[in-house]
């Protein structure tokens, strides 16, 4: 049972356009969506977080649009430069036991800029 | 700062031998975690703490054991290894009370069972 899917298994980009990143989940009980950035042979890193009470946040060339009806949020990133070229998963974040949060990861995406 | 930081990063295993995989944060993280990551799969959660003393389960813990005596360290243990546990492993670490779950990994440890 995925709750959090990212259906493109990659996507290529030309260096200056938009990169635009899809992820859809299933538990409406997330409070929290985050998306992590990931070159090989590296662990993942955090890059930017929207709250389930917000439709948009915005980190410099990043901004993160949410759509609770849909389910659905997208990672934009303009422009694109050739060092974003990484694996990028969605996560979503929801209440556990024990007072912790759980992530659940999607699948991930490998962007690719093309100069 | 070191952040979070794991050995080995690569292990080639037999199938049946027992490894541990360290995880040490000097971040002074209360909640700590262990990730799997496979081809198409994402990163799965396999056991977490809350803090020393405390563990937990993942969505994939069968075939791990955890423990958690000291608030930087949280070892994985694979007692008896199998191909299927073939993966590259995270260990992850946040403060509890941060808001919206980020977590900080470490740079990963791959692990071939043969």
């Known amino acids: 049972d995925q709750q959090v899917k990212q259906n493109s298994p990659s996507l290529s980009v030309q260096e200056g356009r938009i990169s635009i990143l899809n992820c859809d989940y299933t538990n409406s009980m997330f409070d929290y969506f985050l998306w992590y950035k990931k070159y090989p042979a590296e662990g993942p890193t955090f890059l930017i977080s929207i709250s389930s009470i917000k439709d948009k946040n915005e980190d410099g060339r990043f901004t993160v649009f949410l759509n609770k009806s849909a389910k659905h949020l997208s990672l934009h990133i303009v422009p694109s430069q050739p060092g974003d070229s990484a694996v990028y998963f969605c996560a979503a974040s929801a209440r556990w036991s024990q007072g912790a949060q759980k992530l659940v990861f999607g699948q991930g995406t490998r962007l690719t800029i093309n100069p | 700062n070191a952040g979070v930081t794991q050995t080995p990063k690569f292990q080639v295993l037999k199938t049946g031998q027992s490894m541990t995989l360290q995880c040490a944060q000097d971040?002074?993280?209360?909640?700590m975690s262990w990730y799997r990551q496979d081809p198409g799969m994402g990163l799965r959660l396999i056991h977490y703490s809350v803090g020393a003393g405390i563990t937990d389960q993942g969505e994939v813990p069968n075939g791990y054991n955890v423990s958690r005596s000291t608030t930087e360290d949280f070892p994985l243990r694979l007692l008896s290894a199998a191909p299927s546990q073939t993966s590259v492993y995270f260990c992850?670490?946040?403060?509890?009370?941060?808001?919206?779950?980020?977590?900080?990994f470490g740079e990963g440890s791959r692990l071939t069972v043969l």
């Open positions: 992850a670490s946040r403060l509890l009370a941060a808001v919206g779950g980020e977590l900080f």
């Open positions: 971040m002074n993280h209360e909640y």
